[in-house]
């Protein structure tokens, strides 16, 4: 399989997405190189983990300026939640939700998660954060309804978020 950034699978590993972040970018990546666990050995699935890292490492690549890891966990809750339903554009938080008071908020979320969830292979939802993969819509919604999270000083994507 010829694709760019594709580490291989081994006997004992994953194939992996390993990409030098250029001098530039370091700040947004906070390390001179990613390496990010595509979850599966199989070569037919490795394409498919693959067009999904160079998707993150692109959508990161995307700010040239400091990008701390909590604005962009923001930029992609917010666009998820967004798309089911679950906040606007304005909202400065999202989450948590309590399941006693909230019931069919807490369901509408679970049922987010679990859609975001059924766009990620096996491989990827049981994989381990040794590899500290780039966050996906399934973590930040799941963590949103547990923890909540709060809108950053700086916007990743812009038309998601406006200033008051």
Not at 95 to 116: H, I, N, S
Not at 130 to 151: H, M, T, W, Y
Request: aromatic residues 8%.
């Amino acid at each position: 399989m010829d694709l760019p950034h594709l580490k291989p699978a081994t006997a004992t590993a994953n194939a992996k997405y390993r990409r030098r972040v250029p001098e530039d970018l370091r700040g947004v990546f906070g390390k001179n190189a990613v390496e990010w666990s595509l979850g599966t050995k199989d070569p037919a699935e490795i394409y498919e983990a693959w067009k999904i890292a160079h998707a993150k490492y692109e959508a990161m690549a995307g700010r040239r300026s400091k990008v701390s890891t909590e604005q962009i966990r923001w930029e992609i809750a917010q666009k998820a939640a967004i798309e089911h339903g679950l906040a606007t554009p304005r909202d400065k938080r999202i989450g948590p939700v309590d399941l006693e008071l909230e019931q069919g908020k807490y369901q509408d979320f679970t049922d987010a998660v679990r859609k975001e969830a059924e766009k990620l292979s096996s491989q990827q939802l049981g994989a381990k954060f040794a590899n500290n993969p780039a966050p996906s819509s399934f973590d930040v919604l799941l963590e949103a309804q547990l923890k909540g999270i709060e809108r950053p000083p700086v916007s990743l994507f812009p038309e998601f978020c406006h200033s008051d």
